[in-house]
């Protein structure tokens, strides 16, 4: 299995809160991504890093912002969140763009 | 755009039984990427496989099987004598070598299917 965690697992929060989530990899991939997977809307891409310092914004970035200051780290911060942001998120890694993802175990967050 | 679709939502079959999970896909990219996640009820996201699209030869792993027809634009999967710890949601996706950002990076963007929820009863 791909070394990769994600920290919180679970995080409960109140509306108008930052909240920083945390993804680290220990296989030395150069791309990162963030998912947020909701019921009726599958997985969907957030953000996405190919090389420290290089972010982009996936389909749903708003609301959402990262950092990537490390190869191993990829931070995913809600910088005021919402309840439409109760949701469970998934990093993941890859070696190339565009060869498998492999997935942290998720972080289950909810905002009230 | 890319696009996967799976046609069945659930499945629901009894312990033995050979069943088939259908994924098509759109692509306008002559070089692409095609794959099958799994995420058991415990939630995490599993890699299964991942096929080329220059390479249709059909693989076998076990009690797993894929079908890839470019004809058609298919990517099926086949668990045979299906067995409890197979029920979970199975996803299908595709990646594009030819997707870029604005920086030239190929970053793959991964489309996924709605998925397909499996339940093998004892």
């Known amino acids: 299995d791909a070394g990769i965690t994600q920290s919180p697992r679970h995080k409960v929060t109140e509306t108008g809160t930052p909240v920083t989530l945390r993804c680290h990899q220990t296989?030395?991939?150069?791309?990162m991504y963030w998912y947020r997977q909701d019921p009726g809307h599958g997985l969907r891409l957030i953000h996405y890093s190919y090389g420290v310092k290089d972010t982009d914004k996936g389909e749903v970035s708003d609301g959402y912002s990262v950092s990537r200051s490390k190869t191993e780290d990829f931070l995913l911060t809600l910088e005021s969140a919402t309840s439409s942001q109760t949701s469970v998120y998934f990093c993941?890694?890859?070696?190339?763009?565009?060869?498998?993802?492999?997935f942290g175990p998720g972080t289950r967050l909810t905002v009230t | 755009a890319q696009k996967v679709t799976q046609a069945q939502t659930e499945i629901s079959v009894v312990e033995k039984e050979d069943v088939t999970l259908d994924c098509v896909y759109e692509?306008?990219?002559?070089?692409?990427?095609l794959f099958w996640y799994k995420q058991p009820p415990s939630g995490e996201l599993v890699f299964l496989i991942r096929r080329n699209s220059f390479d249709e030869q059909n693989e076998i792993s076990g009690r797993y099987s894929w079908n890839f027809q470019k004809s058609t634009s298919s990517f099926n999967f086949t668990i045979t004598a299906s067995q409890v710890v197979d029920s979970a949601v199975y996803f299908c996706a595709l990646s594009e070598e030819g997707g870029m950002n604005a920086g030239g990076t190929s970053y793959g963007k991964l489309t996924f299917g709605q998925g397909t929820i499996l339940t093998v009863h004892p």
């Open positions: 296989e030395n991939h150069r791309y």
């Open positions: 692509t306008r990219d002559t070089t692409y990427y």
């Open positions: 993941a890694i890859s070696q190339r763009g565009y060869y498998e993802q492999y």
